[in-house]
Each structure stands twice: as C-alpha cells, then as structure tokens.
C-alpha cells in the first residue's frame, strides 16, 4: 500500500482527492489548518489527519525533521493555497512571509524531509500546485499569493537529478476552478474571468484530480520537472 502526504487536504480539491485516493487503496496523511469537517467525516483506517498552522513555519520544520510519519512517503501533493485579499500598495512584510511559509516553504520542507526514503526506493512522485495567476501577474489584489505560487514552478528546476532515481516531480498550473477560494475576492467578475478562458468554463474539481492521480501514478513515467498549465488555453 503506497502512502501518500497531502498537504491542503481540507480546500475543496484535496477533501475529494482524500476521498479519491482512499478509493484507490492508498495509506492517506492529509493536512489541515484548522479542523476540517469534511475530513473528520471519512472513517477509514487508511487514512490519518495532521493538522498544522504551517504559517508558523519553525514549528512545522521542528514537527516534519522529528516526525517518523515523514520517512516512508510515496507521493507527495501540495494543494497549500493561503490567500490574503489585499492590494499591493496595502501589502506588509508579514503578508509576504505568510503567503511564502504556507504556499511555498512548507513544499520546500517536506520535500526535503521525505527524498532519502524516495531515493532509497527509487521510486517518488511529487506534484506542487500552483496558479494561473502566475502566468498573467496575478491582479492587484493577489499579487502576494500569485508570487508565492510561482516559487513551485521553478522549484522543480534544481531537483531534476532525481529523476534517475524515478522520482518525478511536476508542478500543475491550476486555472480557474470552481472552488471556494476563487469565491473569497468579492470584486472579482467572474463571468468576465470565464469569458476570457478560451473553453468558456471552469475546470471541475474532478478534471483536476484526474490529473493529479495521473502525474502521481506508474503510469507517468516519463513527465518530469514540467510546469502543466490546465486552465482550458
């Protein structure tokens, strides 16, 4: 039984890619911020919550480099999404530092944490989530949230030695989804935003485990160190 490490399990995404991959048979660890009803709801026995404010970063590196639950990951999926509506000119240093411990920094210390196991095994797969906002600068009011998200594009880029040892890391540009999050700006017009998606419509949550479950599956074995935009064009 693969084990495999969630780290955003309560946004609406990763509570159906618990579920999704709790169906698969997989030994599911699924973060949450806070206490998550949706995933308090599943009762399986494959299936562990960690519940972490990874905003307090030291406290998170500290609890990963001591926890033994980090030693035997198979897949890691990062769905960390903090977003702080703010315009830029409003912006602080603690605006910045939460935005990149909790959409960035957290991805960095669990990845270094779990790749010697990996290594050992020669087998891993890695997917960090990042955001259409990346590809068009973000608006003014997430430009911080855009910036932190962009840092697991590149991220990738160093770690591509690893892909003799078949650990395949990628990262998904996730466009506009319909989910919660992309409800939290109230200035934002959404009709205008789908006009603009040449396809005309938001991808639905099931599209984007799909492609989730693919990329972290043995059936990839060859996509590796790629930023996938799937955003319908």
Not at 72 to 79: E, K, M, R, T, Y
Not at 82 to 106: A, G, M, P, Q, W
Not at 206 to 224: A, D, G, H, P
């Amino acid at each position: 039984m693969k084990k495999i490490l969630i780290l955003g399990a309560s946004s609406d995404v990763g509570s159906e890619l618990v579920k999704y991959y709790i169906n698969k048979n997989f030994h599911v660890i699924a973060h949450c911020n806070k206490n998550s009803k949706k995933l308090k709801k599943i009762k399986k026995k494959n299936f562990k919550i960690m519940q972490f404010d990874l905003r307090k970063i030291n406290n998170f590196e500290k609890f990963v480099k001591n926890n033994k639950i980090f030693n035997d990951i198979d897949i890691f999926v990062s769905l960390t999404g903090y977003l702080k509506i703010k315009k830029i000119k409003d912006v602080n240093v603690k605006d910045f530092t939460d935005h990149f411990n909790v959409n960035y920094l957290s991805n960095f210390i669990v990845t270094q944490k779990i790749i010697n196991s990996m290594i050992k095994k020669n087998w891993g797969r890695i997917v960090y989530a990042s955001s259409i906002g990346t590809k068009f600068g973000g608006s003014n009011n997430s430009f911080v949230y855009s910036l932190s998200k962009f840092m697991n594009e590149f991220f990738p880029r160093p770690l591509r030695n690893l892909t003799k040892n078949n650990i395949l890391i990628n990262t998904l540009q996730v466009g506009l989804t319909d989910t919660k999050l992309n409800k939290i700006d109230k200035n934002k017009d959404m009709k205008k935003r789908i006009s603009l998606i040449p396809l005309n419509r938001m991808a639905k949550i099931k599209e984007v485990i799909r492609y989730i479950y693919f990329l972290t599956s043995e059936e990839n074995s060859l996509i590796s160190n790629e930023v996938i935009n799937i955003s319908g064009g």
